[in-house]
């Protein structure tokens, strides 16, 4: 990790420096929890933490759930995946930061994503899709790592028609600041003026930002959002001393909720553990829908009826069907 770096940040465009925390007009949002990321496991069996535990629904919409896919190394024939299962009512954002994942749906939309490529799925009113590693890696084995986002959809497009983005490395847009002290790849959204490659129903920032120890980073953040901020690795603080609450310790599967304000802190500890080179953190925030959400399974509605008929469409086959090529394997 990461999949996506350059040679020479300090090339790159730069986020403006934002003024010191204490200047009048200057509002750091604050740090008001973090949480630790509970393990278990998904689909066939592939371990994960699950992000956004015992956090409530309030601070994080417009995003339902988040799993750090690994980061593990798999031994031959270890491997797995998902089987063919059903969605509706929200978008699952796949982001690979090491390995090979195959995607397949039942709208035609699929392919492979690896080493900082995203894969963009609205399910809208209703697919199939299947994940899984390549049979290559299976037989090899090797190193999975990446992150899978759920986004809701406002109740207007929950009955969207499906669709399928494939976002690869080199069309995300990357980023430093001022100093050169953080190389940000922003995956969807705005971030300063400028535009990540991912659309979406939901004004949303996603990025991934990698912090060299020591640095620190302030990214100005629409005062329209949410502001989190998830480690996928590395040791750190979120929060400015300037703000209420001051900094806070973070490390490896945490999650930094942000309060209102006009910017996000994070630092990087000075010394990193053996196994990174930097704090590597997860940052997305997005604006609030503030619907019902009535949530069971694969389904992500606003009322316990929907979640009841997207069950009898799915039994009934109306959210599509596995292509022929995969009912015969």
Do not use: C
């Not at 959002?225 to 703000?243: K, P, R, W």
């Not at 053996?274 to 940052?283: D, K, Y």
């Amino acid at each position: 990790m990461p999949a996506i770096t350059v040679d020479n940040v300090l090339t790159l465009p730069r986020v403006r420096e934002i003024p010191d925390d204490t200047a009048p007009g200057n509002a750091p949002r604050p740090v008001l929890g973090v949480a630790t990321a509970p393990q278990g496991h998904e689909g066939e069996g592939f371990p994960v933490r699950r992000a956004f535990a015992g956090v409530d629904q309030r601070f994080l919409d417009p995003f339902i759930h988040m799993d750090q896919m690994g980061e593990v190394n798999y031994a031959p024939g270890e491997p797995k995946g998902t089987d063919w299962h059903p969605h509706r009512g929200f978008e699952t954002v796949t982001y690979m930061i090491d390995g090979v994942f195959d995607h397949q749906d039942s709208n035609g939309g699929g392919g492979s994503i690896t080493n900082g490529d995203t894969q963009w799925m609205t399910a809208g009113g209703g697919i199939l899709h299947i994940e899984r590693p390549p049979e290559h890696l299976v037989v090899s084995g090797g190193l999975f790592h990446g992150v899978q986002l759920w986004v809701n959809l406002p109740r207007e497009n929950k009955r969207a028609h499906p669709r399928y983005q494939d976002i690869g490395s080199e069309h995300v847009t990357l980023l430093s600041t001022p100093d050169g002290g953080a190389l940000l790849r922003l995956i969807a959204g705005d971030l300063d003026g400028h535009a990540g490659p991912g659309s979406t129903y939901t004004p949303i920032t996603l990025i991934h930002a990698t912090i060299a120890p020591g640095a620190e980073v302030k990214l100005p953040w629409d005062t329209r959002f949410n502001a989190l901020a998830y480690v996928l690795a590395g040791d750190g603080s979120a929060g400015s001393d300037g703000a209420g609450g001051g900094s806070h310790p973070v490390t490896t599967g945490q999650l930094a909720v942000f309060g209102e304000g006009d910017h996000v802190t994070l630092r990087a500890a000075e010394t990193q553990d053996s196994r990174t080179e930097a704090l590597e953190v997860f940052i997305l925030g997005g604006e609030p829908i503030r619907e019902p959400i009535a949530m069971y399974g694969p389904f992500v509605m606003n009322t316990k009826a929907e979640v009841l008929e997207a069950f009898e469409d799915f039994q009934a086959g109306r959210l599509g069907s596995i292509p022929a090529a995969y009912e015969r394997r």
